[in-house]
C-alpha cells in the first residue's frame, strides 16, 4: 500500500553539525507534507510544513526540501544540538477523506556533545 | 503544551476489559484526530471527527469506537481488549481549514 516512509531508522550526529533526515513518500495526491519532532515519553510536536507548490521552507534552524519528481522530502537542521534529540516523523495528507495525516515509521536523532 | 489534553496518562488493564480514553482539544478546534503508536511503528491514524461528526476512518478495529460530543471533547472507546492493543494513543486537534495537527501528550495503554 501507499505509505510514507524514511530512510533511515537512526542518525547519530556531532553537536553543531548539521543533521539531514530523508523521506520518500509515495502518494502523488498528496499536497501537504509536514515535519514532527517526538521526545521520548511526549506527544509529536509541529517542527515545520510545506504545500506541493513550495519546493524549500525555511524555519528557525530547519529546513524543508520537497522534490516531487522524486517523491522526496527532507529535513534539514543546522546546528544540531543535544536537544533536537528524538525521533522525526515526515508525514503527508494522502488522498483519503478528511485531513488525516500519513506517518513514516520515524528516524531517531541521536546528537553527542 | 500543546493545549491539548488527554486522560489518562497511563492506563492497566487486563485482557477482555474495556476502556476509555479522553481528549480535550485546543480552544476553538473542531477537529479531532486518534492516533495509535505501537512499539517500533509510526502513528496510525484511527479516526477523525468534525464537529460532533465522523469525518473520516482509519484503521481502526470494530472493537473500537469514539465519539465527539458538544463541546468537542472526544472519547475513544476500546473493548475485548487484546494484549495487542498495548500502545500509546495519541489525540490531535487542528482548527478548520488546517492540516497542521497538534498532538496531546498520550495515553500510555498497558493490556496485561
Known amino acids: 500500500g501507499e505509505s510514507v516512509g524514511l530512510h533511515l531508522p537512526t542518525l547519530s550526529v556531532q553537536e553543531g553539525d548539521n543533521s539531514i533526515i530523508n523521506c520518500a513518500y509515495s502518494?502523488?495526491?498528496?499536497?501537504?507534507f509536514i515535519w514532527y519532532k517526538q521526545e521520548s515519553g511526549k506527544g509529536p510536536q509541529f517542527i515545520i510544513d510545506i504545500r506541493s507548490n513550495m519546493d524549500k521552507r525555511q524555519g528557525q534552524r530547519v529546513t524543508v526540501l520537497l522534490n516531487k519528481t522524486v517523491k522526496h522530502l527532507s529535513l534539514q537542521i543546522a546546528a544540531t544540538q543535544p536537544g533536537d534529540s528524538a525521533v522525526y516523523f515526515c508525514a503527508e495528507n494522502g488522498d483519503q477523506a478528511g485531513t488525516a495525516l500519513i506517518f513514516g515509521k520515524g528516524t531517531t536523532l541521536s546528537v553527542s556533545s | 503544551d500543546s493545549g491539548v489534553t488527554q486522560t489518562p496518562k497511563h492506563l492497566i488493564t487486563a485482557t477482555g476489559q474495556r476502556v476509555t480514553l479522553r481528549c480535550s482539544p485546543r480552544s476553538g478546534d473542531l477537529s479531532v484526530y486518534w492516533y495509535q503508536q505501537s512499539l517500533d511503528q509510526g502513528l496510525q491514524f484511527l479516526i477523525q471527527y468534525y464537529n460532533g461528526e465522523e469525518r473520516a476512518k482509519g484503521n481502526i478495529l470494530e472493537r473500537f469506537s469514539a465519539q465527539q460530543f458538544p463541546d468537542l471533547h472526544s472519547e475513544l472507546n476500546l473493548s475485548s481488549l487484546e494484549l495487542g492493543d498495548s500502545a500509546l494513543y495519541f489525540c490531535?486537534?487542528?482548527?478548520?481549514?488546517?492540516?497542521?495537527?497538534?498532538f496531546g501528550p498520550g495515553t500510555r495503554l498497558t493490556v496485561l
Open positions: 502518494n502523488s495526491a498528496s499536497d501537504y
Open positions: 490531535a486537534s487542528s482548527p478548520w481549514g488546517s492540516n497542521e495537527q497538534f
